[in-house]
């Protein structure tokens, strides 16, 4: 099952350009585990919630996903512009909790980072590509948090 599809990824993006071959190779393959971990979360009685601007899993209003050259959102080097980063729509913060619970797990289906919660107030950043610092659950910038970090960073490595 594909909770979110290629088209949802791209968003405002799908067939402007930038959705090259490439980028489509990049994302599909992202989205393979970003599907099978949003899976993996629902077997887990995780609650998914669709996200009311894009109608999908995909959070923001249309650069959750892919970021063109034309999104106004994120650094030029992010993950999203290579099509390695996906932000899920994520309010009630559950799947963020159930990702700090299962990093093992994530990291067996092809997650290799996290953006810490604390800068993700109602999304969950992951991305397919490892951090330069190594780091799974990383700060993802020097600004001050947006939210209070979750119980299960405690227990997180």
């Known amino acids: 099952m594909n909770l979110i599809a290629l088209e949802d990824y791209f968003g405002p993006f799908w ?5 090259t071959p490439e980028t489509r190779a990049a994302a599909t393959q992202l989205l393979v585990a970003v599907n099978r971990a949003l899976e993996a ?14 109608g999908s899993y995909v959070s923001g209003e249309g650069n959750g996903g892919f970021r063109g050259r034309a999104s106004p959102v994120g650094p030029p080097g992010s993950k999203h512009r290579s099509a390695h980063a996906i932000d899920i729509y994520d309010p009630l913060r559950l799947f963020a909790c159930w990702c700090l619970r299962n990093e093992a797990r994530l990291r067996e289906l092809g997650i290799a980072g996290m953006e810490r919660p604390e800068w993700t107030p109602t999304w969950t950043h992951l991305q397919d590509l490892p ?3 190594g780091t799974w659950c990383f700060v ?6 947006l ?7 405690d227990r997180a490595a």
């Open 15 to 19: 067939n402007h350009g930038e959705d």
């Open 41 to 54: 979360a629902i077997a887990d009685g995780v609650v998914l919630i669709l996200n009311p601007k894009t």
């Open 131 to 133: 951090v330069r610092s």
């Open 140 to 145: 993802p910038s020097d600004t001050p948090p």
């Open 147 to 153: 939210a209070a970090a979750l119980p299960e960073q």
